[in-house]
Antibody, heavy 128, light 107 residues
Framework: QVQLQESGPGLVKPSETLSLTCNVS????????WSWIRQPPGKAPEWIGS???????SFNPSLKSRVTMSIDTSKNQFSLRLRSVTAADTAIYYC??????????????????????WGQGTTVTVSS | EIVLTQSPGTLSLSPGERATLACRAS???????LAWYQQKSGQAPRLLLF???ARATGIPDRFSGSGSWTGFTLTISRLEPEDFAVYYC?????????FGQGTKVEI
């Protein structure tokens, strides 16, 4: 059973770079896509972006200019870097397995799996 | 980007009652690419339904989903005590993936 675990600093100073890593256990990272999602206090989740083991990435345009993602198949982990953070970047950050492009067909419909496995999340506060 | 609007914001019900949650999209979302998540306090969201109506692994059959194009519904046929939580819809047919603002189901 695949499990994801986020790690990284819980406190980041304004204007600095937020760096998080997601460790994947119980399955290979060299399958599917992998996403980062964040959730500010009391708000809905926001998709940050996704990465494939090939290195292909897709980002939310609202964050694209500040985001970098990387993947290390030898360590079965992937990472997020968010530059020039402000207080608005304070949130719980989740990593998730992204099977949005993976699915099956029954007699009439296609079904794509979505974000089917999530890490427990890590709280990141931006403050001096 | 596609904006998802959920209604109502809060649903006050009792155990055993039926819950009906709505999710409306600002433009067409293929039914294959609409998911519902449950989130309890202090926990990560959990996938309930994908492709608008398919239950994820381990999800009881009291949870069902329907809809297409711009209108989707999550129904919980008989609320159990553990079902009181916040529910989000999410589309992944058009990048960026987006979430609704959530519906809180409370006792």
């Amino acid at each position: 059973q695949v499990q994801l675990q986020e790690s990284g600093p819980g406190l980041v100073k304004p204007s600095e770079t937020l760096s998080l890593t997601c460790n994947v256990s119980g399955g290979s990272i060299s399958i599917f896509y992998w996403s980062w999602i964040r959730q500010p206090p009391g708000k809905a989740p926001e998709w940050i972006g996704s990465i494939h083991h090939s290195g292909s990435t897709s980002f939310n345009p609202s964050l694209k200019s500040r985001v970098t993602m990387s993947i290390d198949t030898s360590k079965n982990q992937f990472s997020l870097r968010l530059r020039s953070v402000t207080a608005a970047d304070t949130a719980i950050y989740y990593c998730a397995r992204d099977r949005s492009r993976d699915g099956y067909k029954d007699q009439t419909n296609y079904y794509y799996y979505g974000l089917d496995v999530w890490g427990q999340g890590t709280t990141v506060t931006v403050s001096s | 980007e596609i904006v998802l609007t959920q209604s109502p914001g809060t649903l006050s019900l009792s155990p055993g009652e039926r819950a009906t949650l709505a999710c409306r999209a600002s433009e067409s979302v293929g039914s294959s690419y609409l998911a519902w998540y449950q989130q309890k306090s202090g926990q990560a969201p959990r996938l309930l339904l994908f492709g608008a109506s398919a239950r994820a692994t381990g999800i009881p059959d009291r949870f069902s989903g329907s809809g297409s194009w711009t209108g989707f519904t999550l129904t919980i046929s008989r609320l159990e005590p553990e079902d009181f939580a916040v529910y989000y819809c999410q589309q992944y047919g058009s990048s960026p993936w987006t979430f609704g603002q959530g519906t809180k189901v409370e006792i």
